[in-house]
Structure formats: C-alpha cells, structure tokens
C-alpha cells in the first residue's frame, strides 16, 4: 500500500478518532491538545486523574496517559481499566519510564518527556493505525513493550 492511500486512510479514519489526555500538568495537556487537533483528530478531554479519565473514556479510542496524575502514581492502574473496560488503545507519556516496568503490559508503549510535537504526531498516527489492523512502524521515541498476553 502506498503512503498516500495509507496516509488518506488514515485520515478519513482519523476524523471520528478521538484522544483522551491523562495528564496532571496543565500546559503539557493544553500542548497535547493542540497537536492532536492539528491533526484533525478530536480530543475526548483533558483528565488529571482517576475519576475524570473514567468520566472521559467512553467517548475516547486512543489515551495519553502520564504516569505520576493528581491522586499519586495511578497511571498504570488508570491505562489498564482505559485498555481492558473500554478498549481503549494506551500510551504513557511520561518523564519516569522506569515507574513502567512490569506494569505496562496494557500499552503500545511509552514516550518518555519532554516528547517532540512530531513523536507525538508519529504515535498518534501508530496508534490509530494499530486499532485498525494496518501496518505501521514503529515510531522513534516509542519505546515498545513486548506484550504477553494472558
């Protein structure tokens, strides 16, 4: 498949997608936010913690999700609840990767910040593309868990 016909695809695709942003400071949120809709995406909302996330999910398919939020370290437990509950597609965001380890088993993978407007573009576009079942490779920046599946 040529880039074009991925890059339309993905973009007719792209129109009804719909980012939820878990993170507890407010300007990197606001700076996600603009990002994701310059890509023509829709942000489901902007989440500090546990209780908005949940409120937010139902209308996400794709989170950004820190590790450290508001109510403590709850990022990993909120990612599983988005993945599992909602089948929501998850990547952390976040400047502590090494918080992951061992817990990240319901992701893509991880960003570590400060993360360039165009990383997160990439994994945006990764992610979307592996909801929908597409070839895509993997971004630079991302790094990748390997998934085991239970």
Same mark, same amino acid.
């Given at each position: 498949?040529?880039? =074009? ?90 400047? =502590? ?42 971004? =630079? ?10």
């Amino acid at each position: 498949m040529s880039a =074009n016909v991925m890059s339309r695809r993905l973009e007719e695709t792209a129109r009804d997608q719909r980012v939820l942003i878990v993170e507890d400071e407010f300007l990197i949120a606001l700076d996600v936010a603009d990002i994701i809709e310059g890509m023509g995406l829709t942000v489901a909302g902007l989440a500090t913690g546990r209780d908005k996330a949940l409120a937010l999910a139902a209308e996400a398919d794709v989170a950004l999700v820190d590790v450290n939020l508001a109510d403590g370290a709850t990022g990993p437990a909120i990612a599983r609840e988005l993945a599992e509950r909602y089948g929501i597609t998850v990547i952390f965001m976040t400047a =502590n990767p090494e918080q992951l380890r061992g817990r990240a088993d319901c992701s893509l993978g991880v960003l570590t910040k400060p993360v360039m407007p165009q990383v997160i573009e990439e994994c945006i576009d990764y992610a979307l593309a592996n909801r929908n079942g597409w070839a895509a490779v993997v971004p =630079n920046g991302l790094k990748v868990f390997s998934h085991t599946h239970h």
